[in-house]
């Protein structure tokens, strides 16, 4: 039975990892790991308890004081009325009550604490809004770079095919050592670029690791369906009207202000005049023990004027108990002269100090619009871009198509297919970074107008799914093969254009993944063949050369036979193109 729990736990235990965390569960867990934040909840209870603080001054005060008391007195002496000691037992139990009658001081620090609570209450908004925006910064940080992690090896895997092929193509005397040397560079480049793009996507999920405290393997991907609207209203002053009425930062620095204020008044009546009410109720107990020695002499009491002393053994006489109570009110009025400069001094600098809150208040207002503005505008420009970046990744595609073709005809140089083919990784990188920047800015336009809420990740967190489903746009299937395929025909390089490199949702992608998966095993084995035709027809005019080295090396005719295939004049050039695309 144990065995059994124990495979059941492990079994749930890995699917628990294999599944992608999505933005909700990510954020439910900064919620309770977050350290930033946890000290916001911490820092707003202690700034609100300044608030029974300060009222505990103007309500009233009430103590019992309680003092046992014992005292013992020895009596010797020829003028003694007796020889012994007396020892006194006592006790004094007081109960004070003081009011504040008029303290202009505990007023104004009463409102000041007041403020500071409100903004207290102000922060933690602003936090928990800072926090849903860390969150979702940090964590399409991560997908963002997935993304160009995605793009670079595929960039590099077309790299290092080109640098093959032109291996091959300068081993049967096809090509210069130079191509080889800017095919190989490309490809060096390649790789330094994927190593960059391991290092910050580690780096990366180290940094969501710091909000939440887990490391997530595998995250949720945003759909290529995730539909980018404008904001509501469309009108930018209207968001940033809401911003100053509404943001969180902006009531936290006005309360901080308000405080400081309040602070002037406070240190200002320190010269003032203040009223106290007291009363006070005591009860005092004593009583008397006496200790007589023998043979000695004492005066009992008597009603007689001269009483005569009587000798008497060692005895001890207690006397009887007395008690005073006493009752007091009185009313304390202190009016301070002169304290060597110390109220003005704090007055001064009280003012100073709410003249840097003021300016703390007006630099979180513009920085508070500006931030409105900008994401406002970055929604509105983002749209454009990605549509734009749609567009270009596609007219790259095609662009670096019609370039390797020129370039098997000898019309292009292979600098110009390297070229292009780093135009279309680059235009692959700008559309996530466009994508994920659409996002931030629109959770940033909703932070500055203090409307950010757990509705607004929902919303988001709905266009997440597992990474199974998901594929980035133009992923490692959709970049161009480097390979002799110049006897394809026009229908089949439309078809597999449209197939491949055509803007759709990912699940018409995932349902042609298949075709497009045969389609180029059956290319790789029709270009296996070319390759081979192509080297044994060159094998015999090479035979010589050959037969002295296993690899074949540059010479005077080898390098005229290379370039052959000369390019065409520009008009040629068009021409030939013109005829590719017919």
Not at 21 to 47: C, G, K, T
Not at 61 to 75: D, F, L, M, V
Not at 266 to 276: D, F, V
Not at 283 to 301: C, E, L, N
Request: glycine share 4%.
């Amino acid at each position: 039975m144990k065995r059994c729990l124990m495979l059941i736990s492990i079994f749930f235990g890995l699917n628990s990892h294999a599944l992608a965390a999505n933005l909700m569960e990510v954020y439910q867990q900064a919620l309770v790991s977050d350290q930033v934040f946890q000290q916001a909840i911490a820092q707003r209870f202690s700034d609100k308890e300044g608030v029974p603080i300060s009222l505990s001054y103007l309500l009233p005060t009430a103590g019992i004081i309680a003092e046992p008391t014992i005292s013992k007195s020895n009596i010797s002496g020829a003028g003694a009325s007796f020889i012994g000691s007396n020892t006194t037992r006592g006790y004094e139990v007081a109960l004070s009550l003081t009011q504040t009658v008029f303290n202009y001081a505990q007023f104004s620090n009463l409102c000041s604490a007041k403020a500071i609570s409100r903004e207290a209450d102000a922060n933690l908004n602003a936090a928990v809004q800072d926090l849903m925006l860390r969150v979702a910064k940090a964590y399409f940080a991560v997908l963002n770079d997935e993304d160009n992690l995605s793009y670079t090896i595929a960039n590099k895997e077309a790299y290092a095919k080109q640098l093959d092929q032109v291996t091959q193509q300068y081993n049967v005397g096809l090509k210069t050592i130079t191509d080889v040397y800017t095919a190989r560079a490309s490809y060096d480049g390649s790789v330094a670029q994927y190593i960059t793009a391991v290092n910050t996507l580690q780096d990366d999920k180290e940094n969501l690791r710091v909000i939440t405290g887990v490391l997530y393997p595998n995250l949720a991907k945003l759909s290529e369906k995730f539909p980018y609207v404008s904001p509501k209203p469309a009108n930018m002053e209207s968001w940033v009207d809401i911003a100053l009425r509404q943001n969180w930062s902006i009531k936290a620095a006005h309360f901080s202000a308000e405080s400081a204020r309040q602070n002037i008044k406070q240190q200002a009546a320190g010269n003032y005049p203040t009223l106290e009410a007291q009363g006070n109720y005591a009860v005092d107990f004593t009583r008397v023990f006496t200790h007589a020695v023998a043979g000695s002499s004492i005066i009992p009491p008597s009603p007689s004027p001269t009483p005569s002393p009587l000798p008497i053994p060692e005895e001890i006489f207690p006397s009887g108990p007395t008690r005073i109570k006493t009752a007091s009110a009185n009313l304390t009025l202190n009016i301070p002269l002169i304290q060597g400069g110390y109220v003005i001094a704090n007055t001064k600098k009280a003012k100073f100090d709410y003249k840097v809150a003021i300016s703390k208040f007006d630099q979180t207002a513009r920085e508070v619009v500006n931030n409105t503005r900008q994401s406002y505008l970055g929604i509105l420009s983002g749209i454009s871009k990605i549509n734009a970046d749609k567009q270009t990744i596609k007219s790259s595609i095609s662009s670096l198509e019609g370039l390797r073709a020129s370039y098997e005809v000898g019309t292009e140089t292979l600098v110009d297919v390297l070229n292009q083919q780093k135009q279309v990784y680059q235009a692959q990188q700008q559309y996530a970074n466009d994508r994920y920047a659409y996002i931030n800015n629109f959770l940033q336009l909703k932070d500055a107008a203090g409307t950010l809420s757990v509705a607004d990740l929902q919303a988001i967190n709905c266009w997440l799914v597992n990474n199974k489903e998901a594929e980035p746009f133009s992923s490692g299937e959709d970049i161009p093969k480097f390979e002799d395929e110049t006897k394809t025909t026009k229908q089949q390089t439309l078809k597999e254009t449209k197939l491949t490199h055509s803007i759709k949702p990912f699940h018409h992608a995932k349902k042609h993944k298949s075709k497009v998966i045969v389609s180029e095993k059956i290319k790789h084995a029709m270009n296996h063949s070319k390759q081979m035709h192509l080297a044994k027809s060159t094998h015999n005019a090479t035979k010589h050369r050959l037969a002295r080295s296993e690899k074949i090396k540059p010479t005077a005719s080898h390098a005229k036979q290379a370039h052959s295939f000369k390019p065409k004049p520009y008009h040629a050039a068009v021409k030939t193109n013109q005829n590719i695309k017919s």
